[in-house]
């Protein structure tokens, strides 16, 4: 058997003719833009992140790759703008983007800083982000002022919102203590969000888990209710905790 010595990576070349292929021949395919394609983004995003947790790791390669498809899908469209063109851009932009973004946050790794422990590579990971910033807003007409909050995505789930401004805030210096309840609507949710990460656990990960556990118990409570010859829909409330007490929890 002959050893494949060709370098890791080298089929996404392929993927990239493909998607070529399909932007000119295909009529759903070409049809489709930037705007069209964002929920297979997060949809996509969603069905690997399920996987994940299901522990399926066989499926893990096939979910990865509708995911990669999304990146070449937009690049692709990003290619077809005319030279010149500041919106446009190819894969390789995409990869020289994220390939110097790497290099530049790890200066650890590809510089000649050093560093004790994860702390101070989480330390330097924000000073480099907030210089980052910084010369972004002066070079689109600002002073350069930013907040240690600028870039956090509001269009992400609530959860992952609350303890990724949690986290930002606390990296940057802003006392733990004063992230939590403001009284408001919603204020307890955050602070039970801020209490979970203050654990040092994933607040977003641990309420999917929590879901799952709901919802393997409510099905188990069904279950019984239905080897005994009821319908679950027509249970009243006592009836519900007796089969519920009967599940694991």
């Known amino acids: ?30 049809s489709q833009t930037h705007e069209s394609l964002a929920k297979y983004l997060i949809q996509e995003s969603y069905e690997t992140l399920e996987t994940i947790e299901e522990g399926d ?3 893990l390669r096939e979910e990865l790759g509708d995911v990669l498809l999304q ?14 063109d500041p919106a446009r851009f190819t894969v390789d932009d ?39 910033r910084a010369e972004k807003a002066k070079a689109n007409g600002g002073s350069g002022e930013v907040s240690v909050l600028d870039g956090v995505p509001f ?31 919603g204020g307890e949710l955050f602070a039970a969000v801020a209490a979970e990460g203050d654990q040092g656990r994933d607040p977003e990960m641990d309420l999917r888990a929590a879901a799952r556990r709901f919802d393997a118990r409510v099905r188990a409570a069904e279950d019984a209710a239905r080897a005994d010859g009821r319908e679950p829909r027509g249970l009243g409330a006592e009836e519900w905790r007796a089969y519920w007490s009967k599940t694991d929890g």
């Open 1 to 30: 058997m002959t050893e494949d010595v060709r370098p890791p990576g080298h089929r996404v070349s392929r993927l990239v003719e493909v998607m070529e292929t399909l932007r000119r021949e295909c009529p759903w395919d070409s």
């Open 57 to 59: 790791h066989a499926l």
């Open 71 to 84: 990146v070449v899908f937009h690049a692709a469209i990003g290619a077809e703008r005319p030279e010149g």
């Open 94 to 132: 995409v990869a020289d983007a994220i390939i110097d973004k790497m290099t530049r946050r790890h200066p650890h790794v590809f510089g000649a800083v050093e560093v004790s422990g994860t702390d101070e590579v989480w330390s330097n990971w924000e000073a480099i982000k907030a210089a980052e």
């Open 155 to 185: 269009a992400q789930p609530a959860v992952l919102l609350a303890d990724e401004l949690r986290k930002r805030a606390v990296r940057n210096g802003f006392p733990a203590d004063l992230v939590g309840d403001d009284g408001a609507a």
